[in-house]
Structures are given as structure tokens and as C-alpha cells.
């Protein structure tokens, strides 16, 4: 038991290295992607930001699979081919386990920045949507709660929903509210609250991530007015209504009240938006290229297995 947690916690602190590393080469993509963000879909986007961490469980993987093939005799052991430091091996990591104190101050921070940004982000996220949903009453499709701020928003992570705040259902007609709930409910059903809550989980884990979150909110705006208009209504009367929320909610924009899930943007994303409406449906680029990239880096992982589980190690024996 105890080669399994040694073996566990060594592939994590691995992995959690390999997706730092990857930021060297994702920074500078990211800048130049960042010139045109609207040529990419917003799946690439978060694909993007998220790139880092998948990149660590794919070394977390690759590392504990390797480190369980070797321990059984499905691999070469590298413990006999490569004496000197720590190894990934179930069958030897319990009586050679990482002993460095930089190991275990990386594995510290780690554990440390995890616990420190995913729960009060969770806390805040479900404090906010227990009580939208005990305080509010459902009417036309959306969570109707009362509140001075013009704003619709979609929240909950398992079970989101669209609100609409009783100052906008004031102001909006039938029409333009039925444009906010086909936009709203397209946020519903890519859940996108559950992944923004994961971004920003995978944004404090692996700074550096800030500009591919931001673009991905804004192409998942594009597309969920795109979809408000393939629910039937006008690419006019989907700007009008955009327009027309951004002015009413502009006067509340420092006020303490104005909630965090509102959207309303900055003006270059409003920009992006009106113009994508006024001039047409883009095709923008899927997360295929990403897909791509790391069905490669797995497959020559799987290739040279024994070489990965030795650079593995090696980087193992590094920290301790």
C-alpha cells in the first residue's frame, strides 16, 4: 500500500511539472492566437487554457502506468538498468522513496495552491447559486430574483440555470427576453458554469492561462448569440438587445451590487460580438489541432514507454 501511495504522489508532483513546462511553449502560442481570437472556437479556447493540466495528467499517466508495468515485469526495470535516484516502480518506490526536501516542498505547493484556489472558489460558486435559487420564482424560462441591476446570467455547476434579474424583466419586451433565454439556455447546455469554475481551477494551478480564459468566455458568448439566432430570431433584433443590456447595465458598473456572473463584458468583446452578428457566422477553428497534439505526445509516449518511464525517473531523481 504504501508503493502505491509513494507511487501516486511521485507521478503527481511529475505530472504537475510537465503541464508548468508546457507554458513555455503555450505563452508564446497564446500571444500569437491572441491577434485574432475569433478565428478559434471557443472548444479551442478551452482547450488552451486547460492545455497545461491536460498535459499533466497525461505525464501523471504515463508516469504511474510505466511505474506499475516496471514494478511487474511488463517493462524493462529500470531500477537495475539505472541505479542513483528515486525510482517510478511499484515494486521498489516504498524502499526508495522521493527523500528531497525540494520534493516535498513542490509537492506542498502544490497541494497547497489546489486546496487554496478550487475551494472558495467552489464555496462562493454554490453559496451564490443556493441562494438565487431559494430566493427566486420561475416565470418564461427563467429564475426571476429581485434585484436593482438590469443583468441575465446562467449559474449552478451541476444544475445550471438561466436568471433574470426583476429590473431587466422590467425593461425587456417579450421579444428581447426571449432572445436573452435562447442565449441563456445554450449556456445551460454546454454547462458552461461547470467549466468556467474549471478554468479557473486549472488558471491558479498553472498561472499563465489569463488571456486563453478570457478569450474563451468571449467566443462562448459568440456562440451562444449565434445560437439565439438560430432559435428564430433576427441578427438585428440579437444586437438591439445586446446594445440595449450593455447601456442599462452600464450605469450599475460600479456598483457593489453588480453580480460576478453578469458577463457584460468589456467594449472590445462587445465589439467582436456586434460585429460577428452584423456580418455574418464565422467558421472558426475547432479543438481538433489540440486533440491532435496530444494524441501524439501520447502515442510516442506509449511508443518508447521504457525511455518516457526513464526520463520520468530521471526528472523523479532531480527533485529528490
Not at 485574432?36 to 471557443?42: D, I
Not at 510505466?66 to 541505479?83: A, E, K, R
Amino acid at each position: 500500500m504504501m508503493a502505491l501511495l509513494y507511487l501516486i504522489l511521485s507521478s503527481a508532483v511529475v505530472g504537475v511539472l510537465a503541464g508548468w513546462s508546457s507554458l513555455l511553449l503555450l505563452g508564446p502560442a497564446s500571444r500569437w492566437m491572441n491577434r485574432v481570437p475569433a478565428a478559434f472556437s471557443s472548444g479551442f479556447w478551452f482547450g488552451m487554457a486547460a492545455f497545461p493540466a491536460l498535459i499533466a495528467k497525461l505525464a501523471f499517466a504515463l508516469a504511474f502506468g510505466s511505474g506499475l508495468l516496471s514494478g511487474t515485469g511488463w517493462i524493462s526495470d529500470h531500477c537495475v538498468q539505472h541505479g542513483g535516484h528515486p525510482h517510478l516502480c511499484a515494486a521498489h518506490i516504498a524502499a526508495d522513496p522521493p527523500r528531497g526536501a525540494l520534493f516535498w516542498i513542490v509537492a506542498a505547493l502544490i497541494l497547497g495552491r489546489a486546496l487554496q484556489v478550487g475551494y472558495p472558489t467552489w464555496r462562493s460558486g454554490a453559496r451564490v447559486g443556493r441562494r438565487l435559487r431559494h430566493s427566486g420564482v420561475r416565470r418564461g424560462g427563467f429564475q426571476l430574483f429581485d434585484g436593482p441591476v438590469p443583468t441575465a446570467f446562467t449559474a449552478g455547476l451541476l444544475h445550471p440555470r438561466p436568471y433574470l434579474s426583476s429590473a431587466a424583466d422590467r425593461q425587456l419586451s417579450v421579444q428581447e427576453k426571449g432572445v436573452i433565454l435562447a442565449h441563456e439556455r445554450h449556456h445551460v447546455r454546454r454547462r458552461d458554469p461547470l467549466r468556467l469554475l474549471l478554468l479557473r481551477l486549472c488558471g491558479g494551478l498553472f498561472p499563465g492561462t489569463g488571456a486563453a480564459l478570457r478569450n474563451w468566455e468571449r467566443s462562448a458568448e459568440l456562440e451562444c448569440d449565434r445560437a439565439a439566432v438560430g432559435a428564430g430570431f433576427s441578427p438585428a433584433l440579437v444586437a438591439r438587445t445586446i446594445l440595449k443590456m450593455q447601456r442599462a447595465h452600464r450605469q450599475w458598473d460600479s456598483h457593489p451590487a453588480v453580480s460576478g456572473h453578469a458577463g457584460h463584458g468589456d467594449p472590445e468583446s462587445l465589439r467582436i460580438r456586434i460585429t460577428s452578428l452584423v456580418c455574418g457566422r464565422l467558421d472558426p477553428v475547432g479543438p481538433a489541432p489540440l486533440l491532435l497534439v496530444l494524441l501524439l505526445l501520447a502515442g510516442i509516449g506509449l511508443c518508447f514507454l521504457p525511455e518516457t518511464h526513464h526520463a520520468l525517473e530521471t526528472a523523479l531523481g532531480w527533485l529528490a
